[in-house]
Nanobody
Framework: QVRLVESGGGLVQTGGSLRLSCAAS????????VGWFRQAPGLEREFVAT????????AYADSAKGRFTISRDRAKNTAYLQMDSLEPADTAVYYC?????????????????????WGQGTQVTVSS
């Protein structure tokens, strides 16, 4: 059974940093593209960042470029989202996701509909 568990969310002031973790079980995370998404109250779930399978190529939403960094640790079967220079607009529930088969080497899926496996989410709140 595939399970993704996010952690690391919390309350932080504007300009602060958080590192979110996504621990996987039931699948080898490095074999799948991994994405981070977020959803604020009343809004659609939106793409934040993705990292390709079998490599380290990444892609980011414009809102995340230059401030957020997605990475993975193969040995720990865990993905991360380092978030710096946080702003109140970043307040949301953050979800990690993994895209299942069919897979293409180097793909960078940015649509939530392309992902098969989801975590339960972790709340990030940025105070002004």
């Amino acid at each position: 059974q595939v399970r993704l568990v996010e952690s690391g969310g919390g309350l932080v002031q504007t300009g602060g940093s958080l590192r979110l973790s996504c621990a996987a079980s039931g699948l080898t995370l490095s074999s799948y593209p991994v994405g981070w998404f977020r959803q604020a109250p009343g809004l659609e779930r939106e793409f934040v960042a993705t990292i390709t399978n079998m490599g380290s190529t990444t892609a980011y939403a414009d809102s995340a470029k230059g401030r957020f960094t997605i990475s993975r640790d193969r040995a720990k079967n865990t993905a991360y989202l380092q978030m710096d220079s946080l702003e109140p607009a970043d307040t949301a529930v953050y979800y990690c996701a993994a895209k299942g088969p069919p897979l293409r080497i180097g793909e960078l899926p940015a649509s939530r509909y392309e992902y098969n496996y989801w975590g339960q989410g972790t709340q990030v709140t940025v105070s002004s």
